[in-house]
């Protein structure tokens, strides 16, 4: 069985997420989408069960997916969750050299692969910063969230 494991703080959950889970999909048999537990740096954050349970809703009704929550190493999480893969997503030159030396680490300290797919272009300058900081000024972000959808 292909397991791959997407993973980060979801804080909130977006449609730049979204987007790399269903790309992501058809190369798995299984996707558990890790959610970073309680950050006590960020204590405005909501808790690791509410950002789950929201991503949990979403995709209800796929039994390929599973929401849990994780802390530590990326490729120890991939390890505990059987996995192969880690998947990330990629919408900068930045974001790809972090990504690069990430994936560097994982395979050599952890034998895990790391699959990076590109944003699609019109999502690129979505981020779950930019989100919460546009809610935080009284912006109507609903546009930027996932909306569940029927098949």
Known sequence: MKTGIFVGSFNPFTIG????????????????????????????MPSAEERMQVIRDLYADDARIEVKPYNGLAMDFAKAENAQFIVKGVRTVSDFEYEQWQADFNRKLGGIETILLYTEPELASVSSSAVRELQHFGVDVSDYLPKKKLY
Do not use: E, M
């Open 17 to 44: 997420h979204d987007s790399i889970v269903r790309r992501a999909l058809p190369l798995f048999d299984r996707l558990v989408i890790g959610v970073v537990g309680d950050n006590v740096h960020k204590p405005d």
